[in-house]
């Protein structure tokens, strides 16, 4: 009998794709539904990005260290280490207005309980997921179920070329002018992969030397410009907090 192929990690499988998108935008907590479309639609983007990740200054060595970010961002002494006016700072203000922490994350991703797997391409994906609070940071974007999320997704689209992000925000696109009638949502999302576009490839930095930097210095070293069109339909938001 001929042994059983093992599935492809990297196919991508867009029947789960959309049987979860479509639960997604009936309820946009339900955040299990966002990890299946990234296991659904984000595999080919994974050899490609940890093979850039190794071309970068500082990346053999991120690799060859494999920090585990959950593990240092549920650390609540490392997180109180954070100088005031620094990334870091401003990410525990996120966890502590928000609620979220890195290891809540981590659970909600672990989607069939599995053990933590010693393999550099696992320990890239658990990286990519661990900072994206830390995105939400540094674009400004508010961790929100609607355009905030949204803005961010396509943002990191643009940075990492995982379709599932892409398929996230243009579903949460149409969502919101089916019901709005109104472009504004579309064309702030937009923005956001324009922004991500134009950005530093954030996937290369080491983010425990960049959560010591200033915030204001690290956003215009990154060349993460400001979104005016988010900013007209989040007028209490402040994108230099």
């Known amino acids: 009998m001929a042994a059983a192929i093992a599935p492809d990690p990297y196919k991508r499988d867009f029947s789960t794709a959309f049987s979860a998108i479509r639960k997604l935008l009936r309820d ?14 984000n595999g080919p983007s994974m050899p490609k990005n940890f093979a850039r990740l190794l071309g970068t200054p500082d990346g053999r060595r991120l690799v060859y260290q494999r920090t585990e970010l959950a593990v240092r961002l549920c650390d609540p002494a490392y997180v109180a280490s954070f100088a005031p006016g620094t990334v870091g700072a401003a990410y525990r203000d996120f966890l502590r207005n928000t609620g979220y922490s890195a290891d ?7 989607l069939g309980r599995e053990p933590l797997v010693e393999d550099a391409y696992m320990w890239f994906g658990r990286r990519t997921r661990d900072i994206h609070d830390i995105w939400h940071v540094l674009t400004g974007y508010r961790a929100d179920e609607s355009l905030g999320e949204a ?13 599932g992000w892409a398929f996230i925000a243009v579903a949460a696109s149409l969502k919101s002018l089916r019901v709005s009638r109104s472009l504004a949502f579309a064309r702030a999302v937009l923005e956001g992969y324009r922004l991500g576009r134009a950005a530093n490839w954030l996937l290369g930095e080491d983010y425990e030397a960049l959560l010591h930097e200033p915030l204001g210095a690290a956003r215009a070293r990154l060349g993460i410009g400001e979104a005016p069109r988010y900013m007209a339909c989040n007028p209490l938001q402040d994108w230099h907090a």
């Open 104 to 110: 809540g994350l981590a659970e909600v991703s672990n």
């Open 28 to 41: 946009g907590h339900d955040t299990t539904q966002v990890f299946l479309i990234m296991r659904a639609l």
């Open 151 to 163: 803005a961010l997704v396509a943002f990191s689209y643009a940075q990492t070329g995982g379709l």
